[in-house]
């Protein structure tokens, strides 16, 4: 009996060690492997496939260790695996684990399965789903000790902002943006969580600087982190709610020669509606990163605003041949069409941009113009409205809404788009001058004439030279509106420095000659409406007018003696009959306003 007892001792202790043995070879080989760094040195190769050979061998070997299993998926992730790790990660039950949630959720949204990626997300906030209630608190405290082992960690802050990317997603915009700023609260390093809210248009220019002072630098960063991390996030800000300085704080001079900051500053330049300078910047960052995503949205604009066709042409086809997939390469075709214009070619573009990208403003503002262009303003408002939609903080839709509603005479909805538009940007010039110019449809000239100033003033505060040429209409109107006050050399002012802007501008030369013609100086005035007809052709008002005149300008230096004065011309009925039929709104179309002074 003893005898049988000591065999059956002898053979399990050489089962035990043979176990031991077999357990020493699988560590010493998986240990191998992870020594070799085999993983994850052909996900840093790009070989996808071969890293995930080797992952899913490691992962068998070790038995399901968690830091193997991690890699196994971030492997099925890296090669586009995305359906196959979600699955993998719930089947193994590794969802309960903070990590492998957010991994799971992120490879739902790769797929658009944007319902079941939040549902996978809120999980954690579920009280009656949690580590310890399924698996016991043991378990649940072994787990959280082997989970900090792994190599992904602090992913509160990249929960938050997937989280937002699914609400943005699912248009729930206000949710998305409040967990922008919880992302960008739990770690102020996250550029995306940032970035989104401001390319986005998520949040009013005023609400962007509460955030950026409401952000805990000094708890997250030392004070030199702070002082460059808060300087580089206010060059991203909105720019241009109102003009603004386009020169560098001088904490960021090491990152002068940066492209995403030239960018930054090239936004600025054009939003001053310096379109030489940004032009002349934007090309530069472009000759070294052709492919800088956020320097060609602003040098397809300027291109547009500088009337370069043939450039515009050669980027578009460019981008398309090298870019199909991008919005932005559609809406650069979208633009050229629109220059040229062809608008429903631009249509048809510039509407596959938003389908590929349906939060890309640009495209939806650019496809309201296209509209706009051939007088379709329910269209264009249609547009515009649902730009709005997905550019809260954006004053832009409601302003060109404005304008749409303005030109269709119903001035009473278009200055209430524009009152609200002048609430989220008080000192862009653009809407003070429409705000004018609907006052001076209304009569209301003191209004318009206070409105329009302001703009003028926003303009200059920025600029020690000459304002730009955009601006032109702006000084013809201020113009406009002193005639109708009676300040008639005022107005003549306004029109003279109109002039300078542009020398040889029919309208600005006709509108001194009227002005000429109320004074009673028709000697002037004939000069400025032979300059006008001149510069710009016929033209029926300026033609109608000067006949007039020269007929007053004969009958005040008539050579007859005792000529009657009941034959004499009637200045007041002269300005009754000259009428400019200029309806549309000055910054949408470059039209002025009607010359004509009677009411």
Not at 70 to 83: A, D, F, K, M, N
């Amino acid at each position: 009996m003893r005898e049988t007892t000591a065999s059956f001792a002898k053979v399990e202790e050489t089962i035990v060690l043979e176990e031991l043995s077999r357990s020493r070879v699988k560590r010493m080989n998986v240990d191998k492997f992870r020594t070799l760094g085999l993983v994850r040195s052909y996900i840093d190769k790009h070989e996808y496939e071969t890293a995930l050979f080797w992952a899913d061998k490691v992962v068998t070997i070790s038995g399901g260790d968690l830091t193997d299993e991690y890699w196994y998926i971030q492997c099925l992730y890296v090669s586009g695996q995305y359906r196959r790790a979600a699955d993998y990660i719930t089947h193994k039950n590794l969802q309960e684990y903070k990590t492998f949630r957010y991994l799971a959720a992120k490879c739902l949204a790769s797929i658009k399965r944007w319902e079941d990626a939040l549902d996978m997300l809120e999980e954690a906030d579920n009280p009656n789903k949690t580590i310890s209630s399924i698996l016991g608190v043991s378990a649940s405290s072994k787990m959280e000790e082997t989970v900090e082992n792994l190599p992904l960690k602090n992913t509160a802050s990249s929960t938050a902002l997937l989280k937002g990317q699914v609400y943005e997603a699912l248009q729930n915009m206000v949710q998305a943006s409040d967990w922008y700023k919880q992302a960008l609260t739990l770690d102020v390093h996250n550029y995306e969580a940032f970035e989104l809210l401001v390319r986005h248009q998520m949040l009013t220019a005023k609400e962007e600087r509460d955030l950026l002072e409401a952000l805990p630098f000094k708890v997250q960063c030392t004070n030199e982190e702070t002082e460059v991390l808060k300087a580089l996030y206010e060059t991203i800000l909105k720019k241009y709610d109102k003009p603004s300085d386009s020169s560098l704080p001088e904490v960021l001079a090491p990152l002068k020669d940066n492209r995403d900051v030239l960018t930054n500053k090239a936004e600025r330049l054009y939003y001053n509606c310096d379109f030489p300078g940004c032009y002349k910047l934007t090309s530069s960052i472009l000759e070294d990163d052709p492919w800088h995503i956020g320097c060609l949205q602003v040098h397809i604009a300027t291109m547009v605003e500088l009337q370069k066709s043939n450039d515009l042409y050669y980027l578009a086809h460019k981008l398309v041949d090298c870019q199909p997939s991008l919005a932005i390469s559609w809406y650069a075709v979208g633009c050229y069409y629109y220059l040229i214009k062809k608008y429903e070619a631009a249509r048809k573009f510039l509407s596959k941009a938003t389908l590929i990208d349906k939060l890309f403003g640009p495209s939806w503002l650019a496809f309201g113009h296209a509209f706009a262009a051939e007088g379709e303003h329910d269209q264009a408002s249609a547009a515009y409205f649902t730009a709005a939609k997905f550019m809260r903080g954006c004053h832009l839709p409601l302003l060109y809404s404005g304008l749409e509603y303005a030109l269709m005479k119903n001035f009473e909805l278009a200055e209430k788009l524009l009152d609200e538009a002048l609430i989220i940007a008080p000192s862009d010039p653009f809407v003070l001058h429409e705000m004018g110019f609907i006052n001076f449809q209304n009569g209301d000239l003191e209004i318009a004439l206070k409105y329009m100033t302001e703009a003028l003033t926003a303009v200059q505060e920025q600029r020690k030279g000459p304002i730009p040429t955009k601006w032109e209409p702006l000084l013809n109107n201020l113009g406009h509106v002193h005639r109708k006050l009676k300040k008639f050399e005022e107005a003549i002012d306004f029109h003279r420095q109109a002039l300078v802007l542009c020398p040889k501008s029919q309208s600005t030369l006709s509108s001194i000659g009227y002005c000429y013609v109320l004074m009673g100086e028709f000697s002037q005035a004939i000069e400025y409406f032979h300059k006008a007809l001149g510069s710009g052709g016929n033209d029926t008002f300026t033609s109608t007018i000067l006949s007039h005149t020269l007929e007053l300008f004969i009958g005040e230096t008539s050579p007859c003696q005792g000529l009657p004065d009941d034959q004499s011309l009637d200045v007041d009925s002269v300005v009754k009959e000259g009428t400019l039929l200029a309806e549309k709104s000055a910054m949408s179309s470059g039209v002025e306003m009607d010359l004509s002074d009677y009411d």
